[in-house]
């Protein structure tokens, strides 16, 4: 065995962005993911993009994000004759995984009761907004509304303007990465005790979970969160943690410091007065103040250099293009890419965790719709005739560029 | 076996958020956690709070949040007795997990090569701000600056202002899902072939990953992201995408959505100027404008159900207090609480995923410093004098309330 996860079968009928991450973390290390598409359009991600632009024309960059690593068959799940192929394929599968909303899939025959009359070991796992039952059940649960629902939302941005939400996905990715925790473990004890079982994942209680510190402090101090009106990083921190200017336009972050070392540094000693985690905590906004105004006095890089010689937490605040040239970003090959039969040569964020006996490694581009769906079925011992049937039915599709 | 990971036992060396979430997540799931502290002082966690204040008077909540399900032995790690001890332990453990800066660790004897001599099964995990070598490698790794360093920040806020981070820790515990997907996926192998290997987690890497959209995006575009003016919700998206004021003074978040659909809601049919993609990209900032000057004349609850009903991706913004009794976490169980010695009755966010066959529960509240020192010697096979003989020089000390 090469891989971790090596002779793993997924069976994944999961779209957009929460299923298919998790998925392709499994597929990275090593297991055989297949994803079932819809016939013809496949996943709706497929659909999705930003600047109204597309990789290589035609290509969405969610849908090449988040789909690695998979081989795709592209069916219609409607159709019965469908149904038996998989539930053929199921005999010998280990996971399945589906993030339709509550109930969808189950109605069409592949709930976790179906797959478990055919293979009692499999791990069936589902993801979902907001869990599959109470009263959220039938609402939408994208990623930036469960930031509003959990307490990210209001905790993030200026006091005196609305609150923001983090400029990025992050609920679906934590759902994501509690999937792969649910899978993980249910494999660990099915290789002790031959049992399977269902798991469910929902966005609103995964980022939850991740906010568990602030919930705690809230829940049993008797005290809220309030946003300062300046850029202090966080509602429940002092001054100086946060976002100050540079001379040249930049951005530095500074986290907690001794703040005699920060106004030492910055040649500052007016800012002693404030030396102490009270005042700290209670004039924040007017020590950002007169602490950016320190900043501003130095270009970027000088002002870093300055401060990670006194041992001040702090760091670049990067975009997007500029962190993916960042040295350190650069050393460890986290910006890598595939070859894309229609996208050309992607460039795509690396395998982030390093095994040393099982690296991670990108095998595959992300699929075209139903692109492996022939060689697939021939593996799970269906006939060239069968096949050539299903397709002319149209209940599979094959795009093979 | 009631517990997925019942049997494993990890040698918990780790302090702070990321180790102590990652073990966590593992001990909810029926893992053995011997947290393995300063003699005396214990986890740094411990002294930090939110506020100023202290759960009980005495104990943190963010260390309360992050190490419940786990069982504590202070010990001098310098000491060459308790070396022999620990590696006594190591003989019979399966994991180990730490976030101590590149290296100083294993100057004291507990690298993976040490472990490994002892017990080729074994599985050692590191967590690092920055992964163990390049430029960053003597930088510290705090999640704010991890943030700035991925482009998250650049990303959040509005464009007009200096970005924002996310207002609470997201690096760290994304950190401590990498910790949970290595081990796990190194367990699974070792089932499989006996073989332990060395796992490389660090916050940059992971976060990197989770923004994989964005980057595929910047890089293979040609288009970088530039935040709004506004509060569209991410600087990628067009309006409505975002969040919007009511006349109660609450928020609302509406994602993408049929913006006919929006504006009839609304009763704002002026707005349909405004409706073709390219025309809510570009003028993005003053349709928000126009919609939030709409959903201003609505209460938050009346205009929340409008949406809902005519399928509009909407949710409410609440903050922390009100996010804990929204009757979909309510119903979930999402808060609960454990009693602690000092602490009390202390409230925190339960497990986030279900999993049907073995449930993740809690077992245990966060320990005090050493206080299972005695328990844990005693089961590894020490005498009661040796245990009192280690105590008497203050290689282990034991907090037992």
Avoid at 29 to 44: F, L, P, S
Avoid at 196 to 211: D, M, S, W
Wanted: glycine share 10%; net charge neutral; proline share 5%.
């Amino acid at each position: 065995m090469n891989k971790a996860l090596e002779g793993v079968r997924i069976l994944d009928f999961s779209h957009l962005l929460q299923g298919p991450f998790a998925t392709q973390l499994l597929g990275d290390m090593g297991a055989d993911v297949i994803k079932i598409e819809r016939a013809g359009a496949g996943d709706m991600f497929r659909g999705m993009t930003f600047f109204a632009k597309w990789v290589g024309g035609s290509e969405s960059p969610n849908f090449l994000a988040w789909n690695r690593n998979k081989r795709s068959i592209a069916l219609n799940l409607k159709s019965r004759k469908v149904h038996a192929i998989i539930m053929e394929m199921a005999r010998t599968a280990d996971v399945v995984v589906q993030n339709f909303r509550p109930g969808v899939l189950a109605k069409l025959g592949y709930g976790y009761e179906d797959f478990k009359a055919v293979n009692p070991r499999i791990i069936y796992c589902s993801g979902s907004g907001y869990g599959e039952e109470g009263p959220y059940v039938e609402r939408p649960g994208q990623d930036m509304l469960i930031q509003g629902l959990a307490g990210l939302i209001a905790n993030t941005g200026r006091g005196d303007q609305a609150p923001v939400p983090a400029g990025a996905g992050l609920a679906d990715q934590i759902g994501a990465m509690n999937m792969v925790y649910g899978i993980l473990s249910a494999l660990y004890y099915r290789e002790k005790t031959g049992k399977g079982q269902k798991i469910e994942v929902n966005l609103l209680a995964g980022l939850l979970a991740h906010l568990n510190q602030e919930y705690v402090a809230v829940l049993n101090l008797g005290e809220d969160f309030v946003r300062p009106n300046s850029g202090i990083g966080h509602p429940g921190m002092q001054a100086p943690f946060g976002i100050y200017e540079t001379k040249d336009g930049g951005y530095v972050s500074i986290a907690m410091s001794p703040f005699k070392t920060l106004y030492e540094v910055l040649a500052a000693p007016q800012l002693a007065v404030y030396d102490d985690l009270k005042t700290l905590f209670d004039k924040r906004d007017e020590v950002f103040e007169k602490v950016n105004a320190e900043t501003k006095k130095f270009a970027t890089q000088d002002l870093l250099a300055r401060l990670l010689k006194a041992d001040i937490w702090c760091a670049e605040v990067k975009d997007i293009r500029r962190a993916a040239e960042d040295p350190q970003v650069t050393h460890m090959g986290m910006i890598t890419s595939y070859d894309h039969p229609r996208g050309g040569k992607v460039r795509v964020v690396a395998p982030a965790v390093k095994m040393s006996e099982t690296p991670a490694t990108i095998e595959r581009p992300a699929p075209l719709v139903g692109q492996h769906g022939r060689e697939i079925l021939a593996e799970f011992g269906f006939s060239r005739d069968e096949i050539a049937a299903l397709e002319a039915s149209g209940d599979m599709t094959v795009d093979a560029a």
